[in-house]
C-alpha cells in the first residue's frame, strides 16, 4: 500500500519560470492538503482539495499559486514566475474522510529552489 | 495570538533518558485534534501520536505519550528511553473541529538532539 507519493523530490528553478508539483494522494484518499515549510519554520497550510474542487484555500498566496485536483491523475501545485521567496519545501497530505480526527499522511516533500 | 506555542527551540538529553517537548495551544473549538510529527534530517513528516479533545486518557504509542493536560491547554511530548535516532525536529499541530476543520496547524518546532 504505497504511502503519498511526491514528485519531483527535488526541484531547480530559474526566478521567472514555472514549478509544477505533484502529489499523488494514498489509495482510496480523496483529500488532499498543500503545505509549505520555509527554512527553520514549521509546515503552514496552503489549500485543501478533494477530487475537482478547492475547498480551503486561505493559506494560498494570491497571486502566482494555483493548485487542481482533476478527476483523474495527481493533485498539482503550480508556482508561475517563481521568486527566491519561493524557496521552500512543499508538503502534501492526504487523508480518507473529514473527520476532524483522522491523521494526515504526509508525502516526502519536494525541495524547491529559486536561483 | 498563536495557536500553537513550542516553547523549546532546542533539547538535548543522553541515550536512556526520558525527555518532555512542550507544547500549549490555544483554541475556542470544543473539538480539536492534537497531532506530534517527527521530522528527521531527511525531511519527511513522520507521524508519532494523537489525542482527541474528547480523549479521557493520555494517548500512548509505544516510546511515545502525550500528556495532555485540557484545563492548561497543553499536550506535550513524553519520549521514554531516548535513542539516537530520536534526534530530529518534532512538530506539535492542531486540527480544529467544526465545519471549517481542515488544516493542520503547526507550531514552530523543537529539535531534540540525543548523544551517547
Known amino acids: 500500500n504505497a504511502g503519498v507519493m511526491q514528485n519531483p523530490r527535488h526541484l531547480v528553478r530559474r526566478r521567472g519560470q514555472e514549478a509544477r508539483l505533484r502529489c499523488s494522494p494514498m489509495?482510496?484518499?480523496?483529500?488532499v492538503y498543500w503545505y509549505r515549510q520555509l527554512p527553520e519554520e514549521g509546515l503552514k497550510f496552503m489549500v485543501y482539495?478533494?477530487?475537482?474542487?478547492?475547498?480551503?484555500e486561505s493559506g494560498m498566496p494570491k497571486e502566482r499559486f494555483s493548485a487542481e485536483f482533476p478527476k483523474e491523475g495527481p493533485s498539482i501545485l503550480r508556482i508561475q514566475q517563481v521568486v527566491r521567496g519561493d524557496s521552500a519545501a512543499y508538503f502534501c497530505?492526504?487523508?480518507?474522510?473529514?473527520?476532524?480526527?483522522?491523521?494526515?499522511?504526509f508525502g516526502p516533500g519536494t525541495r524547491l529552489t529559486v536561483l | 495570538a498563536q495557536k500553537i506555542t513550542q516553547t523549546q527551540p532546542g533539547m538535548f538529553v543522553q541515550e536512556k533518558e526520558a525527555v518532555t517537548l512542550d507544547c500549549t495551544y490555544d483554541?475556542?473549538?470544543?473539538?480539536?485534534?492534537l497531532f506530534w510529527y517527527k521530522q528527521p534530517s531527511s525531511g519527511e513528516m513522520i507521524f508519532l501520536i494523537y489525542?482527541?479533545?474528547?480523549?479521557?486518557q493520555n494517548a500512548t504509542e509505544g516510546r511515545y505519550s502525550l500528556n495532555f493536560q485540557k484545563a492548561r491547554k497543553s499536550a506535550n511530548l513524553v519520549i521514554s528511553a531516548s535513542q539516537l535516532g530520536d534526534s530530529a525536529m518534532y512538530f506539535c499541530?492542531?486540527?480544529?473541529?467544526?465545519?471549517?476543520?481542515?488544516?493542520?496547524?503547526f507550531g514552530k518546532g523543537t529539535t531534540l538532539s540525543v548523544s551517547s
Open positions: 497530505a492526504s487523508s480518507p474522510t473529514f473527520d476532524t480526527y483522522n491523521e494526515q499522511f
Open positions: 489509495k482510496g484518499h480523496s483529500h
Open positions: 482539495l478533494q477530487k475537482e474542487n478547492i475547498i480551503d
Open positions: 483554541t475556542s473549538d470544543p473539538s480539536y485534534g
Open positions: 489525542q482527541g479533545s474528547y480523549d479521557q
Open positions: 499541530a492542531m486540527r480544529e473541529g467544526g465545519q471549517a476543520g481542515t488544516a493542520l496547524i
